[in-house]
């Protein structure tokens, strides 16, 4: 009896706490308050075809910008497109195709943008997989930091003369609270040894800060910023690489206890409108605020090293820079 009566206290105890947790989490969420437009103003969000991506791209699609999503998954892209020109009445919004694992494809989507458009106002490198096995691509580049990091860094080195020339604009570069774990070696980014999955991961998220540092300081004075994110812990494909029965462990984690994509797009969405980040640059934003970074990531001799070296592996051209 005494031991039937302990069990369900018990069970209420951890039933109460889970709901206070749940509480908690919910509190701490930052939403993006703005009620800026975005009329005239043309944006591209990589892998924009679902989770916090497609979120991001409906909140501006919704505010009136011309929205370009870059994707792999072509059918999944349109699809979403469809799906935000429904829900906005936006018809300013488009897919075009984006391999961040073929520079090749980075290169021609790059390309197509400047001799297409006018302007680039915010471009969000969002696109990003974990739990990516130990494989390289055709550019003989780490899959996972290909896909993290060289892509993206390549991108928007790329494009940055058609933000400059569209002032003021706005990098946001997606990255994640476990940067905090990574043990960083940049003479090592394209090693096939001293990564795990995990480090994969965590080592570009460290890359996209410190990339978007760097672009502050050589971007100084030009009326683009550029600033990096965590969108908190959410349910989105980025976990699509996981061993199954983790996916099925993670997923009820997640759906039970933390952030939706609206939820985990809002802090993409603040630094891509807000009047409260005019200006700003060189930053790390958590549910909408201003937060801490590792010490790795505030080190400027290692983000120009980092630098220099992702110059080097995705083959920069002279011709291709312009700081």
């Known amino acids: 009896m005494l031991g039937s009566v302990l069990n369900s206290y018990a069970f209420w105890v951890v039933v109460i706490l889970l709901v206070v947790l749940k509480i908690c989490l ?14 005239g103003k043309t944006v591209i969000v990589t892998g924009a075809n679902t989770g916090i991506g497609k979120e991001t791209a409906h909140d501006l699609a919704r505010r009136g910008a011309k929205v370009i999503l870059a994707c792999r998954d072509l059918e999944k892209a349109k699809k979403a497109c469809a799906d935000i020109v429904a829900s906005t009445g936006n ?21 197509n943008i400047i001799n297409t458009e006018p302007r680039l106002d915010v471009l969000i490198n969002n696109a990003g997989a974990g739990g990516i096995v130990e494989k390289f691509t055709a550019d003989n580049l780490q899959l996972g930091m290909q896909v993290n990091h060289f892509g993206g860094f390549l991108l928007t080195c790329l494009l940055v003369d058609l ?15 476990l940067h905090k774990f990574a043990i960083f070696d940049v003479e090592n980014l394209n090693s096939d040894k001293w990564f795990s999955m995990f480090q994969v991961y965590c080592c570009s998220k460290l890359a996209n800060i410190l990339t978007a540092n760097e672009l502050t300081r050589k971007l100084k004075g030009t ?58 640059s060189g930053k790390y934003f958590v549910d909408c605020q201003e937060a801490s970074t590792s010490k790795a990531a505030k080190d400027e001799f290692l983000a120009k090293a980092l630098w220099e070296k992702s110059e080097a592996m995705v083959g920069l051209k002279p011709e291709e820079m312009h700081f």
């Not at 959410?234 to 939706?260: A, C, E, G, S, Y």
Request: glycine content about 4%; proline content about 3%.
């Open 91 to 111: 018809s300013l919004v488009e897919v075009q195709h984006l391999d961040l694992s073929s520079l090749a494809s980075v290169r021609k989507f790059a390309n």
């Open 163 to 177: 933000l400059k020339k569209s002032a003021p604009s706005r990098i946001v570069m997606l990255s994640s609270i």
């Open 26 to 39: 919910k509190l701490r969420t930052g939403t993006c308050k703005s009620k800026k437009r975005m009329d």
């Open 223 to 280: 009326g683009v910023t550029a600033n990096s994110a965590h969108p908190g812990v959410v349910l989105t494909d980025v976990w699509r690489n996981i061993p199954q029965v983790l996916q099925f462990l993670l997923t009820f984690t997640l759906k039970l206890f933390f952030k939706n994509a609206v939820e985990g797009a809002q802090t993409s969405i603040y630094l891509a409108v807000s009047e409260e980040v005019e200006g700003v």
